[in-house]
């Protein structure tokens, strides 16, 4: 799928409110992982941001937050959103599969782009991952279970997420993943991984 391809299907969803994975409010994982002091003000990324109700609510609690996405409804969206309530973030419109950092953050909060991309594109993403986290920075990852074939969403099985992220790049939390329930009927399974140094 080419770049343009790929911005006109997501738009095409947001414009026809075909948006199943949008709660309309912040995911309660990030909400448990603030009230429980695993995430504290820093620099994070979102990618995959959509409407922005996490970038709103990082902003909020005095993150230096940058999110992405490709759709331009959405960026205008979170836009919106953040210009609303006073909030500052830096919002950047594009292909995250191919966006470069110039200065890699200490997190990342990955909830919907892992699950949004065909298969053969995860360890490209899995780079991208490493690429834009400082060394023992903090990727809080939901892992969409969908128990079903096809996408997106696609299924994030646990399993094969262990072998992407392995233990030569990656220190998983030694605590079994929260499991979150999505409106959609799906859960995911919330954890956290540190970005290991070379």
Not at 16 to 22: A, C, E, K, L
Not at 59 to 70: K, P
Request: proline share 7%; aromatic share 10%; net charge neutral.
């Amino acid at each position: 799928m080419t770049k343009i391809d790929e911005e006109t299907q997501w738009e095409s969803r947001y414009k026809s409110g075909n948006t199943g994975w949008d709660r309309g409010a912040s995911s309660p994982s990030l909400i448990t992982q603030l009230d429980n002091k695993n995430l504290t003000p820093c620099s994070i990324l979102i990618p995959g941001c959509g409407r922005g109700y996490e970038v709103a609510l990082l902003a909020e609690r005095g993150f230096n937050v940058t999110a992405i996405d490709i759709a331009p409804s959405a960026i205008k969206e979170v836009k919106g959103l953040l210009a609303q309530q006073g909030l500052i973030a830096s919002i950047i419109k594009a292909n995250f599969l191919e966006w470069v950092t110039e200065k890699p953050f200490d997190a990342i909060y990955e909830q919907t782009s892992i699950c949004a991309l065909p298969p053969e594109n995860w360890e490209a993403y899995e780079k991208k991952l490493r690429s834009w986290l400082k060394p023992e920075g903090m990727l809080f990852a939901n892992f969409l279970q969908t128990d079903q074939p096809g996408g997106p969403p696609f299924h994030c099985d646990i399993g094969v997420m262990k072998k992407l992220f392995s233990s030569a790049n990656w220190e998983w939390s030694q605590k079994p993943p929260m499991r979150i329930e999505h409106p959609s009927g799906k859960h995911e399974l919330v954890t956290i991984l540190k970005h290991k140094t070379t």
